[in-house]
């Protein structure tokens, strides 16, 4: 079982769908959380982090379940551009001394 | 600014060349790091350096050899690679976070794309 899963959908929704992400870890010591999207052969961009609260940053929301050990992403009302290949990041602890590992990522694509 | 530039965009290399791809950036952060990403694969971790120090090796091959001769720029020297070398190698960096906590965020350049034949 991977450290880190995510369902490689590809998902195909009509712009201005909502629709949502899980990722699963399986390491409880595991502290830090983010979503990356990336775009056909370019590098990774950060979305968000995922704070204990949850936050919300216009069209996206991302949560955190601690107890389930799963983070989440919400897209509403979406866009053509936002197509594109989801990424979720997990680190075990804070610093840049502890592990990263990436999911698969999410296939995403928004048709007209 | 978040940038973090790389060169070069691309590369072929013969498998008994010696090469280095080159990654810098101007954020004043201190930890940078490799990755290779493999297509329609998740960036795999290679190297990272905290405050120029080598301080995560994921058990890479000594033909790829990393540097970092100072806080801004972070190399990648590479001798008598294989052809399944053949990737996209990206350089990313991030701010330690200092305390328990504090989320530290990592930016990643564009990328070497590299073919190795």
């Known amino acids: 079982r991977k450290e880190v899963e995510q369902d490689p959908g590809p998902f195909n929704v009509p712009e201005g769908a909502t629709v949502a992400f899980n990722c699963t870890y399986s390491n409880s010591a595991s502290q830090s959380f983010f979503w990356y999207r990336q775009d056909c052969r370019k590098e990774p961009k950060l979305l968000m982090s995922?704070?204990?609260s949850g936050n919300e940053d216009g069209r996206f929301t991302a949560q955190l379940n601690r107890a389930s050990q799963y983070i989440s992403l919400l897209i509403r009302d979406s866009k053509l551009s936002d197509s594109a290949t989801y990424l979720c990041v997990v680190r075990r602890g804070y610093s840049s001394a502890s592990k990263i590992i990436f999911g698969s990522g999410t296939r995403l694509s928004i048709r007209p | 600014d978040t940038e973090v530039t790389q060169t070069p965009k691309h590369l072929v290399m013969g498998m008994t060349n010696k090469k280095s791809l080159k990654c810098e950036q101007h954020m004043g952060h201190r930890a940078m790091y490799w990755y290779k990403q493999k297509a329609k694969k998740p960036p795999e971790l290679m190297f990272v350096y905290s405050y120029e120090k080598l301080s995560i090796n994921e058990s890479v091959p000594s033909r790829f050899s990393p540097e970092c001769p100072n806080s801004s720029l972070l190399n990648l020297h590479l001798h008598a690679l294989q052809p399944e070398d053949s990737a996209l190698y990206l350089c990313a960096s991030s701010q330690p976070g200092g305390l328990a906590g504090v989320i530290e965020t990592q930016y990643f350049g564009p990328g070497t794309r590299l073919l190795v034949l």
């Open positions: 995922v704070y204990s």
